[in-house]
């Protein structure tokens, strides 16, 4: 395991990506010490959901793992200045006084991630599905429109 960050892997959220508000977290990848109350465990692996950001010529395209989750448990909003803000929570199960757990490693806690989109987004035409586990974000973007080229007679 590397200790120094990848800035230059495939994920694109880092400091050098002028759209992603997220901030470089130096310990993310570090095995959690036991010592760590379980509530601070719980917040850190859920507070990283994944997310691809494609674009294509008609739009961006958001993708985000969240396993487990139902499409009320998970919100998508957008925000005046055009920020995509994608939030859920995944609740821990209940307890019964009469269950031994052997193992608890899923995740529980809440998530947040922001994305500053650009202008030619269409804020207002922003759509979500989730389909086995994967939140899809679709943001329409606008058509560039080419210069009118007009052609000028050349006179002697």
């Known amino acids: 395991m590397s200790l120094i ?3 230059f892997g495939r994920r694109s ?9 997220d901030v470089w977290d130096p310990f993310e990848g570090f095995p959690l010490s036991t010592n ?15 997310i691809d950001w494609k674009e294509t010529p008609e739009a961006h395209l958001f993708k985000v793992d ?6 009320e448990e998970v919100k998508v909003e957008v925000e005046d200045g055009g920020i995509l803000q994608i939030s859920g929570e ?4 209940q307890e019964e ?8 490693e899923r995740s529980s806690g809440k998530f947040c991630r922001r994305f500053r989109l ?4 269409k804020l207002e035409q922003v759509k979500a599905s989730m389909e086995n586990g994967v939140l899809t974000v679709t943001v329409p ?9 007009k052609a000028i007679d050349i006179s002697s």
């Open 5 to 7: 960050p990848s800035f």
């Open 13 to 21: 959220s880092n400091v050098f990506d002028p759209f992603s508000l």
């Open 36 to 50: 760590f109350p379980s509530s601070a465990r719980e917040t850190s692996a859920v507070a990283n959901a994944r």
């Open 66 to 71: 969240v396993p487990g989750l139902k499409k």
């Open 90 to 93: 995944r609740s821990k199960e």
């Open 97 to 104: 006084k009469n269950d031994k757990w052997h193992r608890e």
């Open 118 to 121: 650009p202008e030619n987004a």
């Open 141 to 149: 973007k606008e058509e560039v429109k080419k210069p009118e080229v």
